[in-house]
C-alpha cells in the first residue's frame, strides 16, 4: 500500500470526488435524451461511443504506448466494462423505472458497505471505526438527500433486488478498477473499460431507431458528446487515477458526492423541493468525507 501517502490520498480523494460530482450532473444531459425520445441503453450506449472515440483519439495523440494492455488483464478489464456498461446500467434504470428515482440512489448508496467488505477480503483494508462512523452517516444523508423519508411509499420487492444488486455492482466495478491500476496504467484501464462497455451495449442500442432520432434531431449527438466528456471521459479517468491513490474503502464514502451533486443540480436547475431532511443529508455525506479525510491525515496513509 505505498501508494497511499498522505499527498496521493489528498489528491485520490479530490479525483473520486471530481468523479462523483461529473457523475452526479448526468441528469442534465438525461433529460434532455429522454424526452427527445431516446431509451436509457441508448443513451448509455451513445455516451460509451463518443467516450470510446474521444479518449482513443487522445491516447493517440498523446502516448500510443497506452493502448498496450497485459494480455492477462484483459479478463479483468472485459469485467469492468461488463458491470460499469451493462449490469450496472440494466440494474439502476430497472430500479428507476419500477420503483422511483430516489429509491435507486438510496439503494445504489448499499455500495460502500460492499466496497469495504470486498476490499478487505482481496486487499486486506483495515475496517476502521473512523470508516464504519462515515459510513453510517453515508447512507443516513443519501437517504433524507433523496427524500425517501416520509412519502410512504413501499417499492416492489424486485425493484428492491435490483437496487441493491446496483449497489453490488458499482461495488465489484470498484474493486476490479483497483486491482486493474494496480498493474495497469490509468489511461489505458480507463479506455479498455470504456471499449468493452461499448462493445458489450451494442446489443441494446436499437441501431435503426436509434439512428432516425439523430437524424431528426441532431442537437441529440451534440448532448450526447458533451455528456461524454464530462460523465464518461472525465469521470472515469479521474475515478481510475484516484482509485490508485487512495483505498477502496474511502473511495466508496467520497464517491457519494454523486447524489449530493444530483440532488443540488434538481434544486438549482429543476426547481426540486428542498427540505430540512435534504439540507441535513447534504451536510452528513459532507460530514461523511472530511471524518474520513480527517481519519487519513491521522493514520498517515
Same mark, same amino acid.
Not at 113 to 141: D, H, N, P, S, Y
Given at each position: 500500500?505505498?501508494?497511499?501517502?498522505?499527498?496521493?490520498?489528498?489528491?485520490?480523494?479530490?479525483?473520486?470526488?471530481?468523479?462523483?460530482a461529473?457523475?452526479?450532473?448526468?441528469?442534465?444531459y438525461?433529460?434532455?435524451?429522454?424526452?427527445?425520445?431516446?431509451?436509457?441503453?441508448?443513451?448509455?450506449?451513445?455516451r460509451?461511443l463518443?467516450?470510446?472515440?474521444?479518449?482513443?483519439?487522445?491516447?493517440?495523440?498523446?502516448?500510443?504506448?497506452?493502448?498496450?494492455?497485459r494480455?492477462?488483464?484483459?479478463?479483468?478489464?472485459?469485467?469492468?466494462?461488463?458491470?460499469?456498461?451493462?449490469?450496472?446500467?440494466?440494474?439502476?434504470?430497472?430500479?428507476?423505472?419500477?420503483?422511483?428515482a430516489?429509491?435507486?440512489?438510496?439503494?445504489?448508496?448499499?455500495?460502500?458497505?460492499?466496497?469495504?467488505?470486498?476490499?478487505?477480503?482481496?486487499f486486506?483494508?483495515?475496517?476502521?471505526?473512523t470508516?464504519?462512523?462515515?459510513?453510517?452517516?453515508?447512507?443516513?444523508?443519501?437517504?433524507?438527500?433523496? *427524500?425517501?423519508? *416520509?412519502?410512504?411509499?413501499?417499492?416492489?420487492?424486485?425493484?428492491?433486488?435490483?437496487?441493491?444488486l446496483?449497489?453490488l455492482?458499482?461495488?465489484?466495478?470498484?474493486?476490479?478498477?483497483?486491482?486493474?491500476?494496480?498493474?495497469?496504467?490509468?489511461?489505458?484501464?480507463?479506455?479498455?473499460t470504456?471499449?468493452?462497455?461499448?462493445?458489450?451495449?451494442?446489443?441494446?442500442?436499437?441501431?435503426?431507431?436509434?439512428v432516425?432520432?439523430?437524424?431528426?434531431?441532431?442537437?441529440?449527438?451534440?448532448v450526447?458528446?458533451?455528456m461524454?466528456?464530462?460523465t464518461?471521459?472525465?469521470a472515469?479517468?479521474?475515478?481510475?487515477?484516484?482509485?490508485?491513490?487512495?483505498e477502496?474503502?474511502k473511495?466508496?464514502?467520497?464517491?457519494?458526492?454523486?447524489?449530493?451533486?444530483?440532488?443540488?443540480?434538481?434544486?438549482?436547475?429543476?426547481?426540486?423541493?428542498?427540505?430540512?431532511?435534504?439540507?441535513?443529508?447534504?451536510?452528513?455525506?459532507?460530514?461523511?468525507?472530511?471524518?474520513?479525510?480527517?481519519?487519513?491525515?491521522k493514520?498517515?496513509?
Amino acid at each position: 500500500m505505498s501508494n497511499f501517502s498522505p499527498d496521493n490520498n489528498k489528491r485520490g480523494a479530490l479525483l473520486i470526488i471530481l468523479a462523483g460530482a461529473c457523475w452526479g450532473s448526468i441528469s442534465l444531459y438525461i433529460n434532455y435524451l429522454s424526452n427527445a425520445g431516446l431509451g436509457t441503453m441508448q443513451i448509455s450506449f451513445l455516451r460509451q461511443l463518443f467516450s470510446v472515440a474521444v479518449f482513443s483519439l487522445v491516447i493517440l495523440m498523446r502516448d500510443r504506448s497506452k493502448f498496450r494492455i497485459r494480455p492477462g488483464d484483459l479478463w479483468l478489464l472485459m469485467l469492468c466494462g461488463l458491470i460499469n456498461g451493462v449490469l450496472f446500467n440494466f440494474f439502476y434504470f430497472y430500479t428507476i423505472v419500477n420503483s422511483r428515482a430516489s429509491i435507486a440512489v438510496v439503494l445504489l448508496y448499499t455500495s460502500p458497505v460492499f466496497v469495504m467488505i470486498l476490499a478487505r477480503i482481496f486487499f486486506g483494508e483495515k475496517i476502521t471505526g473512523t470508516k464504519l462512523i462515515a459510513l453510517v452517516l453515508t447512507v443516513i444523508g443519501c437517504v433524507f438527500v433523496t *427524500g425517501v423519508i *416520509g412519502e410512504g411509499y413501499t417499492p416492489p420487492p424486485i425493484a428492491i433486488l435490483t437496487g441493491v444488486l446496483t449497489g453490488l455492482a458499482y461495488a465489484m466495478n470498484n474493486i476490479l478498477t483497483s486491482m486493474a491500476v494496480r498493474k495497469n496504467d490509468p489511461q489505458t484501464v480507463t479506455l479498455y473499460t470504456l471499449l468493452f462497455s461499448f462493445i458489450f451495449l451494442i446489443p441494446f442500442c436499437g441501431g435503426n431507431s436509434l439512428v432516425e432520432l439523430c437524424r431528426a434531431n441532431p442537437s441529440i449527438l451534440t448532448v450526447a458528446f458533451v455528456m461524454c466528456l464530462i460523465t464518461g471521459v472525465l469521470a472515469q479517468f479521474a475515478f481510475s487515477v484516484g482509485l490508485k491513490l487512495i483505498e477502496s474503502g474511502k473511495a466508496a464514502i467520497y464517491g457519494a458526492a454523486e447524489p449530493v451533486v444530483g440532488t443540488l443540480i434538481g434544486i438549482l436547475v429543476f426547481h426540486e423541493e428542498s427540505g430540512f431532511l435534504k439540507i441535513t443529508g447534504i451536510i452528513m455525506v459532507i460530514s461523511a468525507i472530511l471524518l474520513i479525510g480527517e481519519g487519513s491525515k491521522k493514520d498517515g496513509d
